[in-house]
C-alpha cells in the first residue's frame, strides 16, 4: 500500500512554481496576482480562502481578499466581480463557493471572465475541457490527474469508478479520466445516488474516485484486492477529543479499505492540498498567457 502524499507532492509544486516566479521577476515581467471574494463568515469556506492566500505568499504571488458581509445582494457581488474582470494587475480570481441561498451560483460564475477563471468553472472553460482544448482545469480534477501522474499510477485500459457527479469534481474528473492524456485513457464509469448495485460496479474498479460527501461510505468489502483509492470527501465530523471540536472525515472508510489498496490518498493531507497547488498553476498560467 503505497499512500498518495498531497501535503508532499503539493509542497514540491509549490516549490516549482515558486521558481518559475522567480524566473518572472528576473525578466521584468509582472508578478502574478489573485484575487478571491470571500460572501460571509462560513468556518470551512474562510478555512479554505485563508489557505489559498497563504499559499500565494509562500509561492510569491500577490493576492488580494476581498471580504464581503453574508448579506451582500447578488447586484453588489457581481458589481465587484466586474471590478475584478476590469482590474488589469489582476490575472485571475475566484469566488468562494458555496454562496449565500440569496445569490444565484451559476449567475456569478458566469460572470467571471473566462481568461480570469481559474477555477475553471465559467461554462467555456468547461466546454473547452470537453472538447480538449486549452482551458483552465477544475483545481481538485486537476490536482487529482497530477498526483496519479507524479506517483505514475496506470490509468490506460483502466475501469475508473467515479462516485458523485458534481460539477465541480465527479463530472469533470469523468471527463477527463476518458480523455486522450496523461492520467487518462481509462474506461469511466460514473456513479451516482440513483445507481443501482453501486457495489457491484466497485469491486470491478481498477481506481475509485470517491467524490459523494458521505463520510467514510466506501468500505473494505466493496474494493478488490489492488485497486486504487482516490478520496475526495472531507466532512468535518464532530470530536470531542479535538480541540477544533471535529475532525475531518473522507469518503472512504481508510481502515477498512486500505489494505486492501494498491494506493491510496488520504484525509487530510491528500487531494486537498492538491486543489491549492493547482489553484496556484492556474494563476500563474493566467499570467503567462496574459499579453
Ligand atoms: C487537507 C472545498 C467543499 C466545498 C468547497 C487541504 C483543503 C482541504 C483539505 C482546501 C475545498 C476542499 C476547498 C486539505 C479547498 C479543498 O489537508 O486535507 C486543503 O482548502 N480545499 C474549497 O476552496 O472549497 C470547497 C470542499
Not at 7 to 35: F, N, R
Amino acid at each position: 500500500m503505497i499512500i498518495l502524499d498531497g501535503k508532499k507532492t503539493s509542497s514540491d509544486i509549490k516549490v516549482e512554481i515558486a521558481e518559475s516566479v522567480k524566473q518572472l521577476k528576473i525578466q521584468g515581467k509582472k508578478t502574478p496576482h489573485l484575487a478571491a471574494i470571500l460572501v460571509g463568515t462560513d468556518g470551512a469556506s474562510m478555512t479554505y480562502v485563508t489557505s489559498k492566500v497563504k499559499a500565494c505568499e509562500l509561492v510569491g504571488f500577490n493576492s488580494t481578499l476581498i471580504e464581503l458581509p453574508e448579506e451582500t445582494s447578488e447586484e453588489k457581488l457581481l458589481n465587484e466581480i466586474e471590478k475584478l474582470n476590469n482590474n488589469n494587475d489582476i490575472d485571475g480570481f475566484i469566488v468562494q463557493l458555496p454562496l449565500p441561498k440569496h445569490i444565484d451560483e451559476q449567475k456569478v460564475v458566469e460572470a467571471v471572465n473566462p481568461t480570469k477563471d481559474v477555477d475553471g468553472f465559467h461554462p467555456t472553460n468547461v466546454g473547452r475541457m470537453a472538447l480538449d482544448l486549452p482551458c483552465f482545469l477544475p483545481a481538485t480534477p486537476y490536482g487529482i490527474l497530477e498526483l496519479l501522474e507524479r506517483y505514475q499510477v496506470e490509468t490506460q485500459g483502466k475501469h475508473v469508478v467515479v462516485i458523485g457527479r458534481s460539477h465541480i469534481v465527479g463530472r469533470p474528473m469523468s471527463i477527463l479520466m476518458s480523455q486522450k492524456r496523461k492520467a487518462g485513457d481509462a474506461t469511466v464509469t460514473i456513479a451516482h445516488s440513483r445507481t443501482k448495485n453501486l457495489k457491484e460496479l466497485t469491486l470491478q474498479a481498477d481506481i475509485i474516485v470517491a467524490a459523494l460527501g458521505i463520510p467514510e461510505f466506501l468500505t473494505g468489502d466493496m474494493v478488490k484486492q489492488g485497486v486504487t483509492i482516490i478520496d475526495v470527501g472531507i466532512t468535518r465530523v464532530g470530536d470531542a477529543t479535538k480541540k477544533s471540536g471535529y475532525r475531518l472525515a473522507g469518503d472512504v472508510h481508510f481502515e477498512s479499505v486500505s489494505p486492501k489498496s494498491a494506493f491510496i490518498t488520504p484525509v487530510p493531507g491528500g487531494v486537498g492540498p492538491m486543489t491549492i497547488a493547482m489553484l496556484l498553476k492556474n494563476t500563474l498560467l493566467a499570467c503567462e498567457l496574459k499579453v
